[in-house]
Nanobody, 124 residues
Framework: QVQLVESGGGSVQAGGSLRLSCVVSGDTYSTYYMAWFRQAPGKEREGVAAIDSIGVLTYADSVKGRFTISMDNAKNTVYLQMNSLKPEDTAMYYC??????????????????WGQGSQVTVSS
């Protein structure tokens, strides 16, 4: 079993920054992929950034150059640094993990555990 607890969401003006944190507990040694997803009202959940067990990073085109995913193994925490935020980044953000290699970094159905979500609101 793996538990994920997110923090760090909030409201910010366009152009601002936020950092999301996700603390991983439980069977952390068995996680293979960590990822951040987001879901805006009326839209499907979409992958934003992912990091695998050897540090390979994947980003959605919409956030490349603005968002950075990182992992602090000593703290069992994964971060999402979000810069140059835009109103279209407004969504509930979720961290997720899976215990296997999988086929697609941003296929939500391949993830085994999810956090409770953290709201990010960007005003223009």
């Amino acid at each position: 079993q793996v538990q994920l607890v997110e923090s760090g969401g909030g409201s910010v003006q366009a152009g601002g920054s936020l950092r999301l944190s996700c603390v991983v507990s439980g069977d952390t040694y068995s996680t293979y992929y960590m990822a951040w997803f987001r879901q805006a009202p009326g839209k499907e959940r979409e992958g934003v950034a992912a990091i695998d067990s050897i540090g390979v990073l994947t980003y959605a085109d919409s956030v490349k150059g603005r968002f950075t995913i990182s992992m602090d193994n000593a703290k069992n925490t994964v971060y999402l640094q979000m810069n140059s935020l835009k109103p279209e980044d407004t969504a509930m953000y979720y961290c997720a993990t899976r215990l296997w290699v999988g086929y697609c970094a941003f296929r939500a159905s391949e993830y085994d555990y999810w956090g409770q979500g953290s709201q990010v609101t960007v005003s223009s």
